[in-house]
């Protein structure tokens, strides 16, 4: 990432508008936060408290998560799985149309120098393409999906070595490209 300790940024964090990605990006921008960076996180109205004592630009999604169905009652197998994607990818299609169509947030963007987003989240392809802004993208989702293809998602994921992949420290340049 660009963290220059002379040259401060003013940074937009975009993550899955669900509690361990929002905590995992809120790590993340405590840490750009420590290096002198300015940081806001867009979160909807769920995610607020998880934001902390990060900055936050709010938006009001359309989608209430309280009994939404869950794969587990499905099982891991492969219709479980296919039914916890549909809903996921189903879930992130309402909160980027809530985001998307939040003319106050996109107007907000073009204060920013750069955006940080969420690999997984449909949105973080879309919204700084709209903005007009440079985009870091952050794999967060680990490995319990990871053999699942996401669009944008390259085969080797940011060819960082992860637990339960084959991707390990010992990897060559080749093996990484």
Same mark, same amino acid.
């Given at each position: 990432m660009i963290c220059s300790s002379t040259n401060s940024l003013k940074i937009a964090v975009l993550p899955t508008p669900v509690g361990s990605h929002i905590l995992s990006m809120k790590t993340i921008s405590e840490v750009l936060?420590?290096?002198g960076h300015q940081v806001s996180m867009i979160?909807?109205?769920?995610?607020?408290?998880?934001?902390?004592?990060i900055p936050i630009i709010a938006y009001?999604? %359309? +989608?209430? +998560?309280?009994?939404t169905p869950c794969a587990s009652s499905s099982g891991f197998g492969l219709l479980g799985l296919m039914k916890m994607m549909s809903t996921t990818y189903s879930m992130?299609? /309402?909160?980027?149309?809530? +985001? +998307?169509?939040?003319? /106050?947030? /996109? =107007?907000?963007?073009? =204060?920013?120098?750069?955006m940080? /987003?969420?690999?997984?989240?449909i949105c973080s392809f879309m919204l700084p393409q709209i903005a007009n802004k440079r985009n870091i993208m952050i794999g967060i989702q680990g490995t319990l999906l990871s053999p699942v293809p996401y669009p944008a998602y390259p085969s080797h994921p940011a060819y960082i070595p992860?637990?339960?992949?084959? %991707? #390990?420290?010992?990897? #060559? %340049? %080749?093996?990484?490209?």
């Open positions: 936060i420590e290096r979160v909807n109205e769920q995610g607020i408290p998880m934001a902390d004592n009001k999604s %359309f +989608l209430n +998560l309280k009994g992130q299609g /309402t909160w980027c149309h809530s +985001l +998307l169509q939040n003319a /106050t947030i /996109t =107007d907000l963007l073009k =204060d920013y120098d750069i940080v /987003t969420d690999s997984i989240y992860q637990i339960g992949t084959t %991707f #390990n420290s010992k990897m #060559n %340049f %080749f093996q990484r490209v």
